[in-house]
């Protein structure tokens, strides 16, 4: 048998069963061949037409605090960069921003920013029931880290309906080595499994080439993928940042993420895939080239642009001058150029509508 055959049916077993062995998982992640990369993204967007045809689905982004308690090693807001320039925005921005994107056809928002002491249980739960009230239709998503289970359950009483929390890395040794000793890798997947327990959609995700991953931990988190079965996986490639302690790494790369977009589509099928800023900041067809290989999720920025730059997580981010309304011109052209479109719908996860019947 040929190389080339025997990847095409390590692929078709996947399509098939979902499952591979820890050895033709590695394979295939560690294959750089184009022909086995092009039919594997094939078969991803072949599954992804077949549970979600060709609607991309937009979720709007207001990063609103750029305040953060923690010092994760990657990360440009983390709390010992003293040349971040730190904002908060007030309610009145933030439902600012949600009516200009509804206008625009969004139909989710995702609250997104740092650990910020200052956005206490009870101004978040305000903030997320005044939100819910203007906008019934809409589905609120919160990233907003690590919390104990009792403020997870009053974001989810005030209407919060799903929650993004990356676990970066399924390996502990790896994830100490990406954060400061405070921070613990058991509390971030309890605050994972607390989110499942309360009724979030949940999503999780890991960076790609961040500094020390290997193919066996990228064969880990695939693992955990598998195991959770979250509703939304969101994965970027790590982009370095110059005020951080590992500013000085190689960036991943669009290759190797496009490349496990397409092996999660096809994992976990009905999944909920965003191609990431993160992509389209490493390559300028990054974004298409993620729904190429089976994403199915965009998140523009609807953030203030005077902020924008401020939301520093990583070097050279792009659409940090463009306002809200050429965003989604210039998105819709991007999408509309792969053969897919644009939708205005909430884009619930399959998976979870069926577990609520």
């Given at each position: 048998?040929?190389?080339?055959?025997?990847?095409?049916?390590?692929?078709?077993?996947?399509?098939?069963?979902?499952?591979?062995?820890?050895?033709?998982?590695?394979?295939?992640?560690?294959?750089?061949?184009?022909?086995?990369?092009?039919?594997?993204?094939?078969?991803?967007?072949?599954?992804?037409?077949?549970?979600?045809?060709?609607?991309?689905?937009?979720?709007?982004?207001?990063?609103?605090?750029?305040?953060?308690?923690?010092?994760?090693?990657?990360?440009?807001?983390?709390?010992?960069?003293?040349?971040?320039?730190?904002?908060?925005?007030?309610?009145?921005?933030?439902?600012?921003?949600?009516?200009?994107?509804?206008?625009?056809?969004?139909?989710?928002?995702?609250?997104?920013?740092?650990?910020?002491?200052?956005?206490?249980?009870?101004?978040?739960?305000?903030?997320?029931?005044?939100?819910?009230?203007?906008?019934?239709?809409?589905?609120?998503?919160?990233?907003?880290?690590?919390?104990?289970?009792?403020?997870?359950?009053?974001?989810?009483?005030?209407?919060?309906?799903?929650?993004?929390?990356?676990?970066?890395?399924?390996?502990?040794?790896?994830?100490?080595?990406?954060?400061?000793?405070?921070?613990?890798?058991?509390?971030?997947?309890?605050?994972?499994?607390?989110?499942?327990?309360?009724?979030?959609?949940?999503?999780?995700?890991?960076?790609?080439?961040?500094?020390?991953?290997?193919?066996?931990?990228?064969?880990?988190?695939?693992?955990?993928?598998?195991?959770?079965?979250?509703?939304?996986?969101?994965?970027?490639?790590?982009?370095?940042?110059?005020?951080?302690?590992?500013?000085?790494?190689?960036?991943?790369?669009?290759?190797?993420?496009?490349?496990?977009?397409?092996?999660?589509?096809?994992?976990?099928?009905?999944?909920?895939?965003?191609?990431?800023?993160?992509?389209?900041?490493?390559?300028?067809?990054?974004?298409?080239?993620?729904?190429?290989?089976?994403?199915?999720?965009?998140?523009?920025?609807?953030?203030?642009?005077?902020?924008?730059?401020?939301?520093?997580?990583?070097?050279?981010?792009?659409?940090t001058g463009e306002e809200a309304a050429e965003c989604i011109r210039c998105l819709t052209r991007q999408v509309d150029s792969t053969g897919y479109h644009i939708t205005i719908n909430r884009g619930d996860s399959i998976v979870f509508m069926e577990r609520k019947k």
């Amino acid at each position: 048998m040929n190389t080339l055959c025997y990847y095409q049916n390590l692929i078709k077993k996947l399509t098939k069963q979902q499952d591979l062995t820890n050895e033709e998982f590695t394979a295939l992640l560690t294959c750089e061949d184009r022909a086995v990369t092009d039919f594997l993204t094939q078969r991803a967007r072949a599954v992804r037409e077949k549970h979600y045809g060709k609607d991309v689905y937009i979720r709007g982004l207001i990063e609103f605090t750029n305040h953060c308690r923690n010092n994760c090693y990657y990360c440009g807001i983390r709390r010992g960069n003293d040349k971040a320039q730190r904002y908060r925005l007030t309610r009145e921005e933030i439902l600012s921003c949600c009516e200009q994107g509804y206008q625009l056809g969004f139909r989710t928002f995702v609250l997104q920013g740092g650990e910020d002491a200052y956005f206490t249980d009870k101004r978040l739960s305000e903030l997320v029931f005044a939100i819910k009230n203007r906008f019934p239709d809409c589905a609120i998503t919160l990233s907003i880290g690590e919390r104990e289970k009792e403020s997870y359950e009053a974001f989810f009483a005030a209407g919060a309906e799903r929650f993004l929390l990356r676990h970066e890395t399924a390996d502990q040794a790896h994830y100490q080595s990406l954060h400061p000793a405070e921070m613990s890798f058991d509390h971030r997947m309890q605050c994972l499994n607390d989110l499942r327990t309360i009724g979030y959609q949940v999503g999780c995700g890991m960076m790609i080439g961040s500094p020390g991953q290997t193919p066996e931990h990228l064969l880990k988190d695939l693992r955990f993928l598998q195991d959770f079965q979250p509703e939304m996986v969101g994965i970027g490639p790590f982009i370095p940042q110059h005020d951080t302690p590992l500013a000085k790494y190689p960036a991943g790369t669009a290759t190797l993420t496009v490349r496990l977009l397409a092996i999660i589509r096809l994992l976990l099928p009905k999944v909920l895939l965003p191609a990431t800023t993160a992509l389209g900041t490493i390559d300028s067809l990054g974004r298409q080239k993620g729904l190429l290989a089976g994403a199915n999720v965009l998140m523009p920025n609807l953030s203030p642009t005077n902020v924008r730059k401020k939301y520093a997580l990583y070097d050279n981010k792009i659409c940090t001058g463009e306002e809200a309304a050429e965003c989604i011109r210039c998105l819709t052209r991007q999408v509309d150029s792969t053969g897919y479109h644009i939708t205005i719908n909430r884009g619930d996860s399959i998976v979870f509508m069926e577990r609520k019947k």
